[in-house]
């Protein structure tokens, strides 16, 4: 298994849709497992196969105390959406440190293929189902800053590309 690089906001990439996977083999796998290490390396519940610039509709979640339940969704699609919403704070691990309210449905139930290829459907709420929607979003290339406000988006792209600067200074004086 192997870390991967985790794409930041604003990066272009970011904004690609991604394509079906369509059949399950040994490649995919491998990129399931690299994500989960990923994620969990990046103290994340969710990772979407475009944040790590693979443009694929792959998905990895885990919401579990444990972080031992992944939940893996390849080709996903939500099949049901409840007609409450709730507003939560979202964070995103190509966002780092920033932390915003987005309204999302309270429910949904996604179908997809496990990482075996076969096709099941699953209802979820709370926190699984704020990340779904949240990952699923990535696979369009949409990043959860597009629903804030114009202001807050182009501040949060300001501090984004300053962070990336310094990183990148302090690398370079490394």
Known sequence: MARLTILRYPDPRLHKVARPVGMVDARIRR????????????DGVG???TQVD?????????TSQQRD?????????????????????EGCLSVPEI???V???????????????????RRVE???AVCVQHEMDHLQGKVFVEYL????????????????????????QA
């Open 69 to 89: 339940q992944p939940l893996v969704l390849i080709d996903p699609e939500l099949v049901w959406r409840s007609d409450e919403l709730v507003v939560n704070e």
């Open 103 to 121: 309204q999302r449905h309270a429910a949904v139930t996604v179908a997809a293929l496990d990482r075996e290829g076969q096709r099941f459907e």
């Open 54 to 62: 693979v443009h694929e509709r792959v998905i990895v979640i885990d």
């Open 47 to 49: 990772l979407a196969a």
């Open 126 to 128: 709370g926190l699984t």
């Open 31 to 42: 990129l399931i497992d690299d994500m989960l290490e990923t994620m969990y390396a990046a």
């Open 99 to 101: 932390f915003e309210k």
């Open 149 to 172: 406000s114009p202001l807050k988006r182009e501040r949060i792209r300001v501090k984004m590309n300053k962070r990336t600067r310094e990183e990148q200074q302090e690398r370079q």
